[in-house]
């Protein structure tokens, strides 16, 4: 995939000389990650971007996250316990902040940085709803800041391959789409933050569900105008596994299934598939955009696509901030999800009932 020239959507002033200054806001275990990738990738992407400080209330998160340097040689950046202290002790040394915590701060945490005048990588999902993600929109068209969200799929060359193909038309028209995805989520989060609706907005649907929730309305292009749904909690705090059945205003039919609870089979533990029939082709990726292959009339097997090389969230950022690069996962994709998982929520409470996505 060529990347496509456009414009900044950030009216900061930065060049490709000058690291990018950045802060993590949350230090747990996805954030560790994110870190960790960051500060294992080559020196030309390491010195593009510098760690000014580390945004997290809790001592011990901020230690294992500062180990992180201090392993590769590295001073620890200094800790700011919330965005307030975050927002006053650093202005003017920060470019950027990379959002890591969970849903339910979203929302607040993502409004405070831009409205400071900093870009903004936000981890999935965007808000906990649609009301939050319009909110999030008004907020940063006003303040003419980046919004980037760390959907893998949507980043991926993969997804915006299938998007390309499905939305053009080039496989003919959309007839129906099918995705499903599956975890031993339950197990591995039991007792944390994400099985507490509070602060995760959902279950598995809402957190490893997301990503099929986004894939799918980001290769859709066009609304999901009805849903029906039901979510079942199998005795967990939250919904554990989901069914999700929608129809498109052309009449295209789409289905999920997310299942949370899953025996290991030869170590997998994890996993996905998309499927996208249409007139003239289908096609199959995943929710990650782990693959991408295709199948044409007279076709007796799938053929994989070749596209461009996959680059981490933290290379992605700094593309689509340099004008180097169209956002492939802009705030408009997370509303037209938020849409959505308001409608799931709503259809399931009213026992599976078919309600409108509101648009």
Not at 2 to 25: D, G
Not at 178 to 189: D, F, G, H, P, Y
Not at 264 to 291: K, N
Not at 330 to 358: C, E, F, Y
Request: hydrophobic residues 45%.
């Amino acid at each position: 995939m060529t990347p496509v020239l456009v414009r900044p959507q950030s009216n900061s002033s930065h060049t490709t000389a000058a690291p990018l200054r950045m802060a993590l806001i949350g230090a747990g275990g996805m954030a560790r990650h994110h870190l960790h990738m960051l500060l294992a990738a080559p020196e030309q992407l390491r010195r593009q971007i510098e760690i000014v400080a580390l945004c997290e209330p809790s001592p011990e998160q901020y230690a294992l996250a500062a180990a992180h340097f201090t392993d590769v040689g590295m001073a620890a950046p200094p800790q700011a316990p919330d965005v307030s202290t975050l927002l006053r002790d650093f202005a003017g040394a920060l470019d950027a902040v990379f959002i890591i915590t969970p849903h339910v701060l979203h929302h607040d945490q993502a409004a405070a940085c831009m409205e400071a005048g900093l870009d903004v990588l936000l981890e999935k999902p965007m808000v906990m709803n649609a009301a939050e993600a319009r909110s999030l929109i008004a907020i940063q068209q006003r303040t003419n800041r980046l919004l980037v969200v760390a959907f893998n799929g949507s980043l991926s060359p993969q997804i915006r391959k299938a998007a390309s193909l499905i939305q053009s038309h080039t496989l003919g028209e959309l007839v129906s789409l099918s995705a499903t995805v599956w975890q031993s989520w339950r197990q591995n989060t039991n007792a944390t933050w994400r099985q507490d609706a509070r602060f995760s907005g959902g279950g598995f649907l809402f957190d490893t569900g997301a990503h099929m929730l986004n894939t799918v309305t980001d290769l859709a292009g066009d609304p999901i105008v009805e849903a029906t749904a039901r979510l079942e909690d199998w005795g967990a705090p939250v919904d554990i596994v989901g069914a999700v059945m929608g129809r498109m205003a052309s009449g295209a039919l789409i289905t999920m299934h997310g299942s949370g609870q899953t025996a290991p089979v030869g170590g997998l533990t994890i996993g996905s598939e998309v499927r996208a029939f249409c007139t003239q082709g289908h096609l199959l990726t995943g929710v990650w955009g782990e693959r991408l292959l295709v199948q044409h009339p007279g076709d007796f097997h799938l053929r994989r696509l070749a596209v461009a090389r996959r680059v981490g969230v933290w290379e992605q950022f700094l593309r689509v901030r340099r004008g180097r690069m169209a956002n492939p996962s802009p705030a408009a994709t997370g509303l037209r999800m938020a849409l959505l998982w308001d409608a799931i929520q709503l259809s399931n409470q009213r026992h599976g009932a078919w309600v409108d996505v509101d648009r």
